[in-house]
């Protein structure tokens, strides 16, 4: 039961952001969509069409004064935060580590990690003050496990960063009823992926590398958001939900 709590989504102008922002507002969520392009998220918030109770904010989850805004806002409008889904990430080109410039590395430790870091510093005060809060983080099968032939070590190391952070959070702060829970995805379709799926032949190369046989969905990643952030999972923190279609289950 998810009704009348407040969520607060980052990265909700892409494709997964946007379908998590969606369910979280037909379950009865007042959703505040954050993220960098006011053009995406106006776009995803007009497909939810629930505008009473969804409110875009533009801001950049590596500048602390423009998270802690975005924090201001959320407050000023609905009162209250129960809900921190730290969605925002980027990925760069798999490319070999030692070619990598440290400028590359830079932009994936900021969005990645100390993104979500700041955002999470920021809402635990509100979630302590309001007696609770529940806080998923989306990390990736790439922060538990290399996969040969695709050279995302940076990358790799961040999401790794992403599922110790919810572990320690979980830990530190379920005294205050705060809990912590994290995704790991693995092929979600995106436009990223589109122009293979396009390609006959390389969507089944693609599938078969899944026991379920198919990609996942931005839908998938958004119902078990909507678990994680329910009563259902009232006893569940500090825990990595694999939504990769078995793949970590065969190797």
Same mark, same amino acid.
């Given at each position: 039961?998810?009704?009348?709590?407040?969520?607060?989504?980052?990265?909700? &102008?892409?494709? /997964? %952001?946007?379908?998590? *922002?969606?369910?979280?507002?037909?379950?009865?969520?007042?959703?505040?969509?954050?993220?960098?392009?006011?053009?995406?998220?106006?776009?995803?918030? *007009?497909?939810?069409?629930?505008?009473? !109770?969804?409110?875009?904010?533009?801001?950049?989850?590596?500048?602390?004064?423009?998270?802690?805004?975005?924090?201001?806002?959320?407050?000023?409008?609905?009162?209250?935060?129960?809900? +921190?889904?730290?969605?925002?990430?980027?990925?760069?080109?798999?490319?070999?580590?030692?070619?990598?410039?440290?400028?590359?590395?830079?932009?994936?430790?900021?969005? !990645?990690? =100390? &993104?979500? =870091?700041?955002?999470?510093?920021?809402?635990?005060?509100?979630?302590?003050?309001? #007696? #609770?809060?529940?806080?998923?983080?989306?990390? *990736?099968?790439?922060? $538990?496990?290399?996969?040969?032939?695709?050279?995302?070590?940076?990358?790799?190391? @961040?999401?790794? #960063?992403?599922?110790?952070? @919810?572990?320690?959070?979980?830990?530190?702060? &379920?005294?205050?009823? $705060?809990?912590?829970?994290?995704?790991?995805?693995?092929?979600?379709?995106?436009? $990223?992926?589109?122009?293979?799926?396009?390609?006959?032949?390389?969507?089944?190369?693609?599938?078969?590398? =899944?026991?379920?046989?198919?990609?996942?969905?931005?839908?998938?990643?958004?119902?078990? /958001?909507?678990? +994680?952030?329910?009563?259902?999972?009232?006893?569940? @923190?500090?825990?990595?939900?694999?939504?990769? %279609? #078995?793949?970590?289950?065969?190797?």
């Amino acid at each position: 039961m998810i009704k009348g709590k407040v969520a607060l989504v980052t990265g909700a &102008g892409g494709g /997964v %952001g946007k379908a998590i *922002s969606k369910r979280l507002s037909s379950e009865g969520c007042k959703v505040v969509m954050l993220g960098r392009s006011r053009t995406k998220l106006q776009k995803a918030a *007009s497909e939810i069409g629930n505008k009473k !109770n969804t409110m875009t904010v533009i801001a950049d989850i590596t500048k602390e004064a423009e998270v802690l805004s975005a924090i201001d806002q959320t407050i000023n409008s609905f009162d209250k935060i129960d809900i +921190l889904v730290n969605n925002a990430g980027i990925i760069n080109d798999p490319m070999p580590f030692h070619e990598m410039t440290e400028d590359q590395w830079d932009d994936l430790v900021k969005t !990645n990690l =100390f &993104g979500t =870091f700041k955002m999470t510093q920021a809402v635990i005060p509100v979630m302590m003050k309001n #007696g #609770g809060g529940s806080i998923v983080n989306i990390s *990736s099968v790439l922060g $538990i496990r290399a996969i040969p032939r695709v050279p995302l070590s940076v990358y790799a190391v @961040t999401k790794a #960063g992403v599922i110790m952070f @919810t572990r320690s959070i979980a830990v530190e702060y &379920g005294q205050y009823k $705060i809990r912590c829970n994290c995704i790991a995805p693995s092929t979600i379709r995106s436009s $990223i992926i589109e122009p293979y799926l396009q390609d006959e032949e390389a969507k089944k190369v693609l599938e078969s590398t =899944f026991p379920l046989r198919v990609i996942g969905e931005p839908d998938d990643i958004a119902g078990a /958001v909507a678990y +994680l952030c329910s009563d259902d999972s009232k006893w569940v @923190t500090g825990t990595i939900m694999m939504v990769d %279609g #078995g793949l970590s289950a065969k190797q």
